[in-house]
């Protein structure tokens, strides 16, 4: 199997990284390289200090030219970081770069072990193990596939509007898929935002018509991808239609169907007021929803439910939107490339009852908070509370649901900002005594420390310490008929007993619900929270493990404005730069038959979740599909008579493996 | 032989464990817990593979019988699989081969299956270092040697009868 150089024999370089002292400081990399030295096929080792480096790379091309070097063993960091590196060395080298093999002494060595012998020791087990190996390897040629220029993005909140105006402005063809009735997401239903105060729908809606009307973004709300398949360059999606019950083209969003619906009265939870209002059957999320399209919500809707309607609504729409056959539609699309932008969602605080959310009236939330400062929301703009009146003091609780070992550990990272945001605001519309209750200030961004300051010097009481609970128990006479929020000043050095009108809730960033559900229909990863994995948390930020599908926003985990748009933005880049290439190099590692060894038994056929084996009838034999095939093995390792190679990873080079791990006996 | 790595050599017998794992998950989390500074036993000897689905009962037998004192194989969780369900191709391969090590004489301990997701270092390390104390106690398993004796064995008996007796077992695997 092995194949032969110039002068036919294995002739095998051998270089060992101290990585600074990541390495050198836990590994005797002399002894090792000594040690390698004696092995047959070695020609030479060499030990350096950071072999990534330039003048690291050109040692190994210098060697390969001057030594006549056919083989390259890397003892360093994970394959996972520099393999490619090293395999781009090789090729400037005049070498194939699959006659490379890694050995992780840093991840798997050095970083995890204490004891400098054993580590040595594995050191050398482990580089045996790869010179054996690397032996053995075979000339191989990177595959190509081609990229489809579409783009399909998940999600319409802020980080989805902009990377999908970013793809489309550059020319590409972009799908977003939004489930709600409209875009926008909760930077919608935010008032202003920090640390400028500029509104947030005055910079956010002029964004969702532009993507409402780009030529090259179809806008699909009301829909969710159901269906999910295929590779880097070319994925198959299948999206799902909700019936609106209304047909968007002729809908103009004149809203006289809603003044005309049988219910005179609002009646059902409005969800873009976070409940704190009322809408009819019939509605159109907030005024600027985009498209401008009423929504039938078919759980209330009479006609929905039980085709007794009047249909009032119908009689005075003179555009005849109306449409209560429609169905659910499915409707499939081809892409090459996939941005997430999921979004979030926050904490639910009746998972932190000592707060008394939803037992006492007037502890809310931030968000519905957002809503009722809002000139647009259920009060108008002004600050007044479930019971009508306006609260003289208000105390507003940081960390819920963040930086606390009973809910979630992480720190949200907006919550100090947007409290300090919610106290100015408070302050502007009331006049109220507002107190913010916080374990740390957390501020770092552009202008968010002078935000802080500028807070502080409107006489925004701080308060530090968590807060335990909030109660209506009066122990004293001028406490009755507040809320007492409980508090250890930690600043003082005494429990404090603080008594309140409204209590405002900061409630942290959560994954969505169905985080798991979306990653695994993405196949991507997600950590134990659910927010889902970048592929490198400092040089990958927006890829992930799945070639060509990227995330950004706060489906990545917790961020604020500025941040998300920033991360959509280089989400889309990073599709476009996929785009502009138009073709996707892929590690050679398919499977192959060998048709002599094949005995024609099927049992790999069902074995392969991509459909790449097929069995040749007139042969008698099964065949892969290189173009199918993503190289997991499960076939090789199933086959019988042993007739299913792996490029990459052939049984040899595993057997040979093993036998380098464990050829020196320990006993 | 340098004479630091003999002292190595001298030290307190320590297992031998040949590891298995899946490039995205498990081999990742191999990654984190380097990353992260976790602390583990230095008897685990890491096989990149693409998939867990890739491991061949035979690789894990061949590892048995050059000596290693135990085999673990990680993969990802049910449900998250890179392609889609080669774990569940291995788990049942799993089945079949603990059952096969018990009858030929092997601990049922000295192999493992576990599903270790990429975010996982820590259960990395508390598997890690969870095996090597359970073969540590459970001693060498030594085929190798074991596959001398019986060749000696086989020698006598054929020195001495001047031939094979019948129905010799196979001992390599």
Known sequence: MSSTSKNGSVRIGYYVCHCGHNIAANVDVAIVAKEIEKLPGVVITREYKYMCSDPGQELIQEDIKELNLNRIVVASCSPLLHEQTFRNALTHGGLNPYFLQMVNIRENVSWVHTDRELATQKAIDLSRAAVRRVAIHKALETRQVSINPDVLVVGGGISGINAALTLANAGKKVYLVERDPTIGGHMAQFDKTFPTLDCAACILTPKMSDVKNHPNITLWTYSEVVEFSGFVGSFKAKIKHKPRYIIEDLCVGCLDCIDACVYKNPKYRDEFNVGLSKRKPIYIPFPQATPQVVVVDPENCIQVKRGKCKMTCVDVCDRNAFDFTQQETFEEIQVGSVILTTGFQTFNPEKTPYYGYGKYDNVYTSLEVERIVNSAGPTGGEVLMRDGQKPKKVGIVHCVGSRDDRTNKWCSRV????????????????????????????????????????????????????????????????????????????????????????????????????????????????????????????????????????????????????????????????????????????????????????????????????????????????????????????????????????????DDEIYSEIEGLLSIPQL | MNTEINKTLQQPWKPRIVAFFCNWCTYTAADLAGVSRLKYAPSVLIIRLMCSGRVDPQFVLDAFAKGADGVLIGGCHFGDCHYIEGNHKMFRRYQMLKRMIVNMGIEPERLRLEWISASEGDKLKRVINDMNEKVQALGPLNLPGKFQEWDLEIQDMIDQNGDMPAAKEEHHV
């Not at chain 1, 408070?426 to 109220?432: N, V």
């Not at chain 1, 000043?489 to 900061?506: E, F, N, Q």
């Not at chain 1, 404005?561 to 991360?567: G, H, N, T």
Request: overall charge negative.
């Open chain 1, 415 to 650: 919550c100090c900002m947007y409290s300090l945001k919610l106290a100015s605001l408070i302050k502007e519309h009331t006049g109220a005594e507002v107190y913010n209750f916080y374990i740390d200030m957390r501020t770092p961004g552009k202008g968010y420390e002078e935000f802080y300051d500028k807070v502080l010097k409107e006489k925004v009481h701080f308060i530090r310490g968590r807060v335990a609970e909030v109660t209506d128990w009066a122990a004293e006479k001028e406490e009755e008929g507040k809320l007492i929020i409980r508090v250890e000043d930690t600043l003082v050095g005494a429990v404090r007993r603080i008594p309140v009108d409204m209590v405002v809730l900061s409630v942290g960033i959560e994954p969505q619900t169905d985080a798991h559900d979306v990653r695994r229909l993405f196949n991507i990863s997600c950590s134990t929270e659910g927010f889902f994995t970048e592929r490198h948390p400092k040089l990958a930020p927006v890829e992930t493990a799945a070639e060509g599908i990227f995330i950004a926003g706060c489906c990545q985990g917790p961020k604020d404005i500025p941040d998300s748009v920033a991360q959509s933005g280089a989400a889309a880049s990073q599709a476009l730069a996929l785009i502009d290439k138009g073709v996707m190099e892929m590690e050679p590692n398919t499977a192959y038959v060998l048709e002599e060894a094949c005995s024609g038994c099927k049992s790999c056929i069902s074995l392969c979740p991509y459909t790449a084996i097929t069995f040749v009838e007139e042969r008698k034999k099964a065949e892969i599909n290189e173009a199918l095939c993503k190289g997991c093995g499960t076939c090789v390792a199933a086959c019988p008579s042993s007739a299913i190679m792996q490029n990459l990873f052939e």
